[in-house]
Structures are given as C-alpha cells and as structure tokens.
C-alpha cells in the first residue's frame, strides 16, 4: 500500500513561512512527478507546484517569487516553502505523486490526506 504522508501546515500571520513536507512510503518501484495542490472554501482544487525527478519545476503563477517546490529523491520526500504568506494562501493542501508500483507496471497518481494552512491577516 502506497501512502504520501504530509506535515507542516498550520495556523501562521500574513507575511509569515511555512514549510510542508510529504514522504512516500509503502512498496513501489519509482516515483516520477510530484507535487502540491490546494483548495481553498468553496473553490477547486488548483495546481501550486510540481516538479519532476530530475528537478525541473512549475510553480502557478500566484505563488511564484513567494513559494518553492523541491526534493530529495534519496528520501522520496518533496518540500513546499511558504514565504510572505497572504490571507488568500488560506487552503488544505494536498501531495501528489505520480509513481510506478512495480518495474514495467502502470504510473498511477497518488494524493496525501491534505494538510491544512491557514493564514490570518
């Protein structure tokens, strides 16, 4: 069973930093793409950040300049940095993994079970 396990969300003042973690766990044989997303109240759920194994990013252009996807492959774990927090970052935000199960099986995507972040103005 694949698990993504999240951690860091909280209760923070506008212009405050968070930093979320997910780490996968359970049996697979590789992960490629990862990610963050989140919804807010009454809205859809939306893309933050995701980034491949090799590194490269794409960050949505609301967060750019303020938050940073990264990680460490070695333990199959990705980061979200939260800097100059705004009232509108207000979400539960949700791991995503793209991850093969076993070699030469099919890529399924993976959620977390959302970790809520909240900021006051």
């Known amino acids: 069973q694949v698990q993504l396990v999240e951690s860091g969300g909280g209760l923070v003042q506008a212009g405050e930093s968070l930093r979320l973690s997910c780490a996968a766990s359970?049996?697979?044989?590789?992960?490629?793409?990862m990610g963050w997303y989140r919804q807010a109240p009454g809205k859809q759920r939306e893309l933050v950040a995701t980034?491949?194994?090799?590194?490269?990013?794409n960050h949505a252009d609301s967060v750019k300049g303020r938050i940073t996807i990264s990680r460490d492959n070695a333990k199959n774990t990705v980061y979200l940095q939260m800097n100059s927090l705004k009232p509108e970052d207000t979400a539960v935000y949700y791991c995503?993994?793209?991850?093969?199960?076993?070699?030469?099986?099919?890529?399924?995507?993976?959620w977390g079970q959302g970790t809520q972040v909240t900021v006051s103005s």
């Open positions: 359970g049996r697979y044989f590789s992960i490629d793409n």
């Open positions: 980034i491949t194994n090799g590194g490269h990013t």
């Open positions: 995503y993994a793209r991850l093969e199960r076993y070699r030469w099986g099919p890529w399924d995507g993976y």
